[in-house]
């Protein structure tokens, strides 16, 4: 089998946690990251098996510490045990302070994940595989984003709407500057937004983020958009962007930017 690149063998999903997905305390909701490390368990089935999957069930999950407003949350999962239906798949959600970098896991549960077209298609799933990705944390100046695109995110035509996609580029522009300069960012531009071809209902959004320069006070965001047929596995490019994003002090003004490593 042709090994193909390391982002497309495993599931990895960064977001940032708003005010309204709080509590008063600041906090995560419980349910908005069980959400969350659902959507994840069904991304790696249905890409794993090529299948349409329902959830059966989810194993305790215990919340060892919290993500706070403002922290950048990320999400892994990986295929552990397959059935001649089901599987289960471990996810794992971890938060990271975007200004000091500091991270910790939150929470960890296996999902049951079943074939929802079990009775019309009566063939096994394809066995676990041999080998796991290795999760480890995601490089400074880069962000993964992956959004599942439903009928509320799309037009008439069942496509996702062009703001929507920009919304989601733009938000991992600013991840991806933040983890960089580890400091506060603004958009200052958008060099350009390129949109390729539509993203369909029922597909996945899988954006990406690196920066690729850094000036005294910016740096230039390139952004890639790629959707994904969960069911056929084709991929194709959909979109590509490039922001300027500025370090900003704590009173809003431009500030050095860290150095592009090489």
Same mark, same amino acid.
């Given at each position: #089998?042709?090994?193909?690149?390391?982002?497309?063998?495993?599931?990895?999903?960064?977001?940032?946690?708003?005010?309204?997905?709080? =509590?008063?305390?600041?906090?995560?909701?419980?349910?908005?990251?069980?959400?969350?490390?659902?959507?994840?368990?069904?991304?790696?089935?249905?890409?794993?098996?090529?299948?349409?999957?329902?959830?059966?069930?989810?194993?305790?999950?215990?919340?060892?510490?919290?993500?706070?407003?403002?922290? &950048?949350?990320?999400?892994?999962?990986?295929?552990?045990? @397959?059935?001649?239906?089901? #599987?289960?798949?471990?996810?794992?959600?971890?938060?990271? =302070?975007? &200004?000091?970098?500091?991270?910790?896991?939150?929470?960890?549960?296996?999902?049951?994940?079943?074939?929802?077209?079990?009775?019309?298609?009566?063939?096994?799933?394809?066995?676990?595989?041999?080998?796991?990705?290795?999760?480890?944390?995601?490089?400074?100046?880069?962000?993964?984003?992956?959004?599942?695109?439903?009928?509320?995110?799309?037009?008439?035509?069942?496509?996702?709407?062009?703001? =929507?996609?920009?919304?989601?580029?733009?938000?991992?522009?600013?991840?991806?500057?933040?983890?960089?300069?580890?400091?506060? @960012?603004?958009?200052?531009?958008?060099?350009?937004?390129?949109?390729?071809?539509?993203?369909?209902?029922?597909?996945? &959004?899988?954006?990406?983020?690196?920066?690729?320069?850094?000036?005294?006070?910016?740096?230039?965001?390139?952004?890639?958009?790629?959707?994904?047929?969960? #069911?056929?596995?084709?991929?194709? &490019? @959909?979109?590509?962007?490039?922001?300027?994003?500025?370090?900003?002090?704590?009173?809003?003004?431009?500030?050095?930017?860290?150095?592009?490593?090489?």
């Amino acid at each position: #089998m042709t090994s193909q690149p390391a982002h497309l063998a495993e599931i990895r999903h960064t977001d940032l946690v708003f005010p309204h997905q709080t =509590n008063h305390q600041g906090s995560y909701f419980g349910g908005a990251a069980m959400a969350e490390m659902d959507k994840v368990a069904f991304l790696v089935a249905a890409r794993h098996a090529r299948r349409p999957f329902v959830t059966a069930s989810c194993d305790k999950l215990d919340f060892v510490a919290p993500a706070h407003v403002g922290d &950048l949350v990320e999400l892994t999962g990986q295929v552990r045990m @397959v059935g001649r239906h089901s #599987m289960i798949v471990d996810v794992e959600l971890a938060a990271e =302070n975007l &200004l000091t970098g500091v991270r910790h896991i939150c929470t960890r549960g296996a999902f049951t994940m079943v074939a929802a077209d079990r009775k019309a298609n009566p063939d096994r799933l394809p066995p676990a595989p041999d080998s796991r990705p290795d999760f480890a944390p995601s490089p400074a100046g880069y962000a993964r984003t992956l959004q599942l695109v439903f009928p509320g995110d799309t037009n008439h035509l069942g496509q996702l709407f062009g703001g =929507n996609a920009m919304s989601l580029m733009g938000k991992a522009a600013y991840i991806a500057a933040s983890r960089h300069t580890r400091g506060n @960012v603004g958009m200052a531009a958008s060099d350009k937004i390129d949109f390729i071809a539509p993203t369909k209902e029922g597909e996945l &959004l899988d954006v990406i983020a690196d920066v690729v320069s850094v000036g005294r006070t910016s740096m230039q965001v390139a952004v890639r958009a790629e959707a994904e047929d969960l #069911m056929s596995g084709e991929r194709r &490019l @959909v979109g590509e962007a490039s922001y300027v994003m500025v370090a900003l002090d704590g009173d809003g003004q431009p500030t050095p930017a860290s150095p592009l490593k090489v």
